[in-house]
C-alpha cells in the first residue's frame, strides 16, 4: 500500500539553527511533492513544490530536495525563529493525479 | 490575497441529522477539494472536483456524502445521516491546475453528539 512517513517525533531545535525534516514514501511515483504548513486549527499553507526532475528548490529560508531514487525529500529552514514553530506536512499526488496525500506531519518547534 | 472562505466555522449537529458545508473557492480556481481532519489525526482526501464532476473520491467518500456547486461560485460538501465518527474539521481547498500548491480554507468544525 502507499505509504508517506515523517518523522513522528516532534523536532526541537535553538532559535538561528538549520531544521531538517524527512519525508519518505513507498509505492509512489510522483510527478511532484509538496510541502505545507500548519498551526493549530487552522488549514494547511502550500510552501513549496518540487518536481521529479528538481533536486533541489529554494524559496527564501526554505530548502527541498527531492531523491526518487531514495524516495524521500528532505525540509529545510534555515535561520529558524519561533514564528517557525508549526507543523509541517508532506503531500503526493494520488494515483489518478488530482488530489494529494498527506503525510502524518512532523511537529518543529523553535525555542528562543 | 484570495482565500477560500469557509461556513460555518464551527457546527454541532445530532447524529443522524444532514448538514451542508459551505465553501467559497478562489474565483479563477477549477479544482476543488474536501479534506477532513480528525482531531490529532493526518489530513484525509475525501473528494476532489473538476468541470462539474468528481474526479475522484476516497474510500472515506461513501454514499453518505455528496458535493455540489450549486452555482459559480459555492462548492458544498453534504453529510446525508451524520454519525459520531463524522466528528472532525473539514477543510475545502481549491487550485487552478491538478499539479499546483492547494489553497486551504480556515475549516469547519464539526461535532456530532
Known amino acids: 500500500s502507499q505509504k508517506i512517513e515523517q518523522n513522528s517525533e516532534a523536532l526541537n531545535i535553538q532559535e538561528g539553527k538549520t531544521a531538517t525534516l524527512t519525508c519518505n514514501y513507498t509505492n509512489y511515483s510522483p510527478a511532484y511533492l509538496q510541502w505545507y504548513r500548519q498551526d493549530p486549527g487552522r488549514g494547511p499553507v502550500f510552501l513549496l513544490l518540487i518536481r521529479e526532475n528538481e533536486k533541489e528548490k529554494r524559496k527564501e529560508r526554505l530548502k527541498v530536495t527531492f531523491d526518487t531514487t531514495l524516495k524521500q525529500s528532505l525540509f529545510h529552514i534555515t535561520a529558524s525563529q519561533p514564528a517557525d514553530s508549526a507543523t509541517y506536512l508532506c503531500?503526493?499526488?494520488?494515483?489518478?493525479?488530482?488530489?494529494?496525500?498527506f503525510g502524518k506531519g512532523t511537529s518543529l518547534l523553535v525555542t528562543p | 490575497e484570495p482565500e477560500v472562505t469557509q461556513t460555518p466555522s464551527h457546527q454541532v449537529t445530532q447524529m443522524g441529522q444532514e448538514v451542508i458545508l459551505r465553501c467559497v473557492p478562489i474565483?479563477?480556481?477549477?479544482?476543488f477539494y474536501w479534506y477532513r481532519q480528525i482531531l490529532g489525526q493526518k489530513v484525509e482526501f475525501l473528494v476532489s472536483?473538476?468541470?462539474?464532476?468528481?474526479?475522484?473520491k476516497s474510500e472515506i467518500f461513501d454514499d453518505q456524502f455528496s458535493v455540489e456547486r450549486p452555482d459559480g461560485s459555492n462548492f458544498t460538501l453534504k453529510i446525508r445521516s451524520t454519525k459520531l465518527e463524522d466528528s472532525a474539521m473539514y477543510f475545502c481547498a481549491s487550485n487552478k491546475q491538478a499539479n499546483y500548491g492547494y489553497t486551504f480554507g480556515s475549516g469547519t468544525r464539526l461535532t456530532v453528539v
Open positions: 474565483s479563477n480556481h477549477l479544482y
Open positions: 503531500a503526493l499526488a494520488t494515483n489518478s493525479g488530482y488530489a494529494l496525500n
Open positions: 472536483f473538476y468541470n462539474n464532476e468528481i474526479s475522484e
